[in-house]
C-alpha cells in the first residue's frame, strides 16, 4: 500500500504532537498525524490527511490553527 507523504519540514510539534498544517482554502488548521521518517527527505504518513491535501512546509513556531494564510505557488 502506497502512503501519501509530505516533506520532512512539515511535520512539526505542538503541544507534544506531530502534526501538520493543512491548507483550507485561505486559512490553516493543524491536523495530528503519525509519519515515518523514509529518509529521502519525506515522511510517510500512517495516519493523517490523504493524498493530494495542501500542507505548510516549513510552518513558523507561531503559526495556529484558523490563521489566515496566503498561498504561494512555485
Known amino acids: 500500500k502506497v502512503m501519501p507523504a509530505v516533506p520532512v519540514s512539515a511535520v512539526v510539534e505542538r503541544d507534544g504532537r ?5 491548507v483550507d482554502n485561505d486559512r ?23 493524498e493530494g491535501t495542501y500542507v505548510v512546509e516549513s510552518p513558523p513556531a507561531e503559526l495556529r490553527s484558523g490563521e489566515r494564510i496566503r498561498v504561494r505557488t512555485p
Open 18 to 22: 506531530p502534526v501538520v498544517f493543512v
Open 28 to 50: 490553516v488548521r493543524s491536523e495530528p498525524v503519525e509519519a515515518r521518517n523514509d529518509g529521502e527527505g519525506y515522511s510517510a504518513l500512517l495516519r493523517g490527511p490523504g
